[in-house]
C-alpha cells in the first residue's frame, strides 16, 4: 500500500480543476444545495453541480412530473429554474460560504441563449465550471436537440468556449445512435470535458386509463436501472477522447464510485439516489477509503481506465 | 402566506431506522403502523409527512410521503395511516412488529395552530386517506380548549375509519358515497345543510375534487381555512421541483411567487393561496 494520506488518496483532477474528493450531486437532483445544507455541511462534497441554469427564469412541465420504474424514475421536470439573473443574485452567492468548486449547469432554447448564459454565469465569483446541458429530453425546443447530432453539439461548444471564462464540460445525451462520434467532435470543438451520462428517454402508462403518467408523455429515466448503460459508454467514449469525464447514472455507493472509474470517469455525480438517502453524497465519500484499502488501490485517481489500460 | 415567520413549522428533519411497533388492516386496503424512534421528538407541528422507504432494495426505489396521524410523546412513537396502492405500500402492510422501516422525516409546514384560542370552534373536514393528519391536529386542538367537529367522508362503509377515534375528540359527522354508513354523499353535502355549528377556522385534506369544492364554497368569503395537497413525490425536501402547485391568482399578485413545492412549501396551504 502507498504512503498518500486520507486527503491525497481522493483527491482528483478534471484537467486544471482539483477536487478534494471525486463525489459531486449530480445537476438537477440537488438545487442550488440549500434543501440538502440542512442535512449536512457542503463543503464535504467533492464538488456541486447546481440546477440547469437558463437565460429567462422557467415554470416546467404541468404534473405529474415524475414516475418510479423498476430500480429507477422517470422525470419530467422541464428545466424549472428562477432564471439566470436569480441565479447570480440569490444562490451563486450563498454558495461562496462553502469551500465548494461549483460547476453551473446551463441551457437554453438558442445557441444565443446558451452563449448568454454561458458568458454571464462564467464572470461570476465562485463560479467553477459550466456543464452544458445538451441533453435533457423534457424540454421541445433547445436541450436534446443540440446533443443529438456531432456537428450541431461542436457548433455550440464552440461557441460557449469562445465566450466562456471557466472551464466547460458538456454534458452528453445517451438518447444517440453513436456517443462515440459526439464526443470526439465536441472535444475537438474545445470541450474541456464530459458530463455523461443524461437521462434515457422513456415512458410509463397507467393501465386503469391507458394514458401516460407523465403529464409530459415521456421523461427522463435515471436511477441504478440505468447504471449499465452508462458504464459502456463512458468506457467507449473515454478510450476516444483525451478529455476527463465526469460519470454519472444510477450511482449508489463506493463500489458503483469504483466501477464508473474503472470504465473510464475521473469523477463522479450522484443523482437520483440523493432522493432515496438525503446522506448519500458524504456516505459514499466516507466509505471510499476503505473501498480503497479492499481493492489495494493508493489514490482514488490510479483506478481510472483500469477496466481497459493494458 | 398564512405564516410569513415560517417559525411554527420549522421542524429539523432526520432519517432514522425506526422499529415497527404495530402494523394493522383497519378498513379496507387501510392499514396502520405505529413506529419507535427518536425523530418522534421532532414530531410537534400536525399535518407533517414522512417519506418512507418500503423495503431495503432498488424497487421500489424512492421513497413513499405518508402523513403522521398521531403521536405519542411520552412512549417515542407515532402512527401513520396509508392505503395500500402499489408495491411500495403493499410490502409496507407485510412489515411485522420489530422491523425496521427507514423514516425521513418529519417534513412540509403542517397545519397552523399557534393562534388558536381556547373557546374557538374549529371544523376538520376529511376524505378517504386524506382523514389521518386530521386526527393529529384535532387532538392538538382540543389540548389548546378548541371545539373540535369532524366531518368526514369516504366511498363506503368498508372504507370508514378513524370514526371513533374522532369521536372522542367531538362531534363526528361521516358521509359515504353508497350511502352504506352515515350520510350519503360527500362531506360538502353535510356542510351545506348547515348542521355544523358556525366555525372560527376550517382545516382540511382530501382529494383534489373536495378541495376545490371548499374552496368555491368558502373561497370568496374571509373564512379561516387550510387544506393539504397531495402529489406524487421525488426528495420531498424541495429539491427536485416534482411536486409543485400554482399559486392562486391572488396570492401570484400579492407575493409573486410563481409555483409552490408542496412537500416544502406545503403540504398544508391556505385555502385561496393555491390554484386546484
Known amino acids: 500500500m502507498?504512503?498518500?494520506?486520507?486527503?491525497?488518496?481522493?483527491?482528483?483532477?478534471?484537467?486544471?480543476?482539483?477536487?478534494?474528493?471525486?463525489?459531486?450531486?449530480?445537476?438537477?437532483?440537488?438545487?442550488?444545495?440549500?434543501?440538502?445544507?440542512?442535512?449536512?455541511?457542503?463543503?464535504?462534497?467533492?464538488?456541486?453541480?447546481?440546477?440547469?441554469?437558463t437565460v429567462e427564469e422557467r415554470l416546467g412541465n404541468p404534473t405529474p412530473r415524475v414516475a418510479e420504474t423498476e430500480a429507477g424514475m422517470l422525470n419530467a421536470i422541464g428545466l424549472q429554474n428562477p432564471g439566470m439573473d436569480s441565479v447570480i443574485q440569490e444562490e451563486l452567492p450563498w454558495l461562496q460560504q462553502f469551500d465548494l468548486p461549483v460547476f453551473v449547469n446551463i441551457a437554453g432554447t438558442t445557441v444565443e441563449d446558451y452563449v448568454e448564459v454561458a458568458d454571464t454565469i462564467s464572470r461570476q465569483p465562485g463560479v467553477t465550471a459550466l456543464e452544458l446541458n445538451i441533453s435533457c429530453p423534457n424540454v421541445k425546443c433547445g436541450?436534446?436537440?443540440?446533443?443529438?447530432?456531432?456537428?450541431?453539439?461542436?457548433?455550440?461548444?464552440?461557441?460557449?468556449?469562445?465566450?466562456?471564462?471557466?472551464?466547460?464540460?458538456?454534458?452528453?445525451?445517451?438518447?444517440?445512435?453513436?456517443?462515440?462520434?459526439?464526443?470526439?467532435?465536441?472535444?475537438?470543438?474545445?470541450?474541456?470535458?464530459?458530463?455523461?451520462?443524461?437521462?434515457?428517454?422513456?415512458?410509463?402508462?397507467?393501465?386503469?386509463?391507458?394514458?401516460?403518467?407523465?403529464?409530459?408523455?415521456?421523461?427522463?429515466?435515471?436511477?441504478?436501472?440505468?447504471?449499465?448503460?452508462?458504464?459502456?459508454?463512458i468506457w467507449e467514449v473515454s478510450q476516444s477522447v483525451n478529455i476527463p469525464i465526469i460519470g454519472m447514472g444510477g450511482i449508489q455507493n463506493a463500489e458503483d464510485v469504483a466501477e464508473f472509474f474503472m470504465a473510464g470517469a475521473s469523477a463522479v455525480a450522484i443523482g437520483t439516489a440523493n432522493f432515496v438517502n438525503p446522506y448519500v453524497c458524504p456516505e459514499v465519500i466516507d466509505s471510499l477509503p476503505a473501498l480503497l484499502d479492499d481493492l489495494g488501490v493508493d489514490k482514488i485517481s490510479e483506478l481510472t481506465g483500469r477496466g481497459w489500460r493494458r | 402566506m398564512y405564516d410569513p415567520t415560517g417559525q411554527e413549522t420549522l421542524c429539523p428533519a432526520g432519517v432514522e431506522d425506526m422499529?415497527?411497533?404495530?402494523?394493522?388492516?383497519?378498513?379496507?386496503?387501510?392499514?396502520?403502523?405505529?413506529?419507535?424512534?427518536?425523530?418522534?421528538?421532532?414530531?410537534?407541528?400536525?399535518?407533517?409527512?414522512?417519506?418512507?422507504?418500503?423495503?431495503?432494495?432498488?424497487?421500489?426505489?424512492?421513497?413513499?410521503?405518508?402523513?403522521?396521524?398521531?403521536?405519542?410523546?411520552?412512549?417515542?412513537?407515532?402512527?401513520?395511516?396509508?392505503?395500500?396502492?402499489?408495491?411500495?405500500?403493499?410490502?409496507?402492510?407485510?412489515?411485522?412488529?420489530?422491523?425496521?422501516?427507514?423514516?425521513?422525516?418529519?417534513?412540509?409546514?403542517?397545519y397552523p395552530i399557534k393562534q388558536r384560542k381556547s373557546g374557538e370552534?374549529?371544523?376538520?373536514?376529511?376524505?378517504?386517506?386524506?382523514?389521518?393528519?386530521l386526527y393529529y391536529l384535532g387532538r392538538k386542538l382540543v389540548e389548546k380548549g378548541v371545539r373540535v367537529t369532524s366531518v368526514i367522508g369516504f366511498g363506503s362503509r368498508e372504507q370508514v375509519f378513524l370514526e371513533n377515534e374522532l369521536k372522542e375528540l367531538g362531534d363526528v359527522y361521516v358521509t359515504t358515497m353508497d350511502g352504506s354508513h352515515g350520510t350519503r354523499g360527500l362531506v360538502t353535502d353535510v356542510l351545506t345543510v348547515g348542521d355544523v355549528d358556525p366555525w372560527d377556522v376550517l382545516y382540511s385534506c382530501g382529494p383534489i375534487p373536495m378541495l376545490k369544492a371548499l374552496q368555491e364554497l368558502y373561497g370568496k368569503e374571509q373564512t379561516e381555512a387550510y387544506i393539504s395537497l397531495e402529489q406524487r413525490m421525488g426528495c420531498g425536501?424541495?429539491?427536485?421541483?416534482?411536486?409543485?402547485?400554482?399559486?392562486?391568482?391572488?396570492?401570484?399578485?400579492?407575493?409573486?411567487?410563481?409555483?409552490?413545492?408542496?412537500?416544502?412549501?406545503?403540504?398544508?396551504?391556505?385555502?385561496?393561496?393555491v390554484a386546484l
Not at chain 1, 17 to 41: H, Q, W
Not at chain 2, 56 to 61: A, R, Y
Not at chain 2, 238 to 251: I, Y
Request: with cysteine; hydrophobic share 40%; charged share 20%.
Open chain 1, 2 to 53: 502507498g504512503t498518500a494520506t486520507t486527503s491525497e488518496r481522493l483527491q482528483v483532477k478534471l484537467g486544471d480543476i482539483t477536487l478534494k474528493n471525486p463525489v459531486m450531486p449530480a445537476s438537477g437532483c440537488f438545487g442550488f444545495g440549500r434543501e440538502y445544507a440542512r442535512f449536512y455541511d457542503l463543503s464535504r462534497l467533492g464538488a456541486i453541480a447546481v440546477k440547469a441554469t
Open chain 2, 121 to 133: 370552534h374549529a371544523v376538520l373536514v376529511g376524505g378517504g386517506v386524506g382523514v389521518p393528519p
Open chain 2, 237 to 273: 425536501v424541495g429539491a427536485c421541483l416534482a411536486c409543485v402547485c400554482h399559486p392562486s391568482e391572488e396570492t401570484r399578485q400579492n407575493t409573486g411567487k410563481r409555483y409552490f413545492k408542496i412537500c416544502s412549501d406545503g403540504p398544508v396551504f391556505g385555502l385561496r393561496e
Open chain 2, 19 to 110: 422499529t415497527v411497533v404495530t402494523n394493522e388492516r383497519i378498513a379496507e386496503r387501510i392499514f396502520r403502523m405505529t413506529l419507535a424512534g427518536n425523530l418522534v421528538d421532532k414530531m410537534v407541528c400536525p399535518g407533517q409527512f414522512v417519506h418512507v422507504k418500503c423495503g431495503s432494495g432498488s424497487v421500489p426505489l424512492l421513497r413513499r410521503p405518508i402523513s403522521i396521524s398521531d403521536v405519542d410523546a411520552d412512549q417515542q412513537q407515532f402512527t401513520m395511516i396509508y392505503r395500500v396502492e402499489g408495491e411500495g405500500t403493499r410490502l409496507l402492510s407485510r412489515m411485522h412488529p420489530g422491523e425496521q422501516v427507514n423514516v425521513l422525516g418529519p417534513l412540509g409546514q403542517g
Open chain 1, 143 to 233: 436541450g436534446i436537440s443540440f446533443g443529438t447530432d456531432p456537428q450541431i453539439a461542436a457548433d455550440l461548444t464552440r461557441e460557449v468556449k469562445k465566450v466562456s471564462r471557466v472551464p466547460v464540460f458538456v454534458k452528453l445525451s445517451p438518447n444517440v445512435t453513436d456517443i462515440v462520434s459526439i464526443a470526439t467532435e465536441v472535444e475537438k470543438a474545445g470541450a474541456d470535458g464530459l458530463s455523461m451520462i443524461n437521462t434515457l428517454v422513456g415512458m410509463r402508462l397507467d393501465i386503469r386509463t391507458g394514458r401516460p403518467i407523465l403529464s409530459n408523455q415521456s421523461g427522463g429515466l435515471s436511477g441504478p436501472a440505468i447504471k449499465p448503460v452508462a458504464i459502456r459508454m
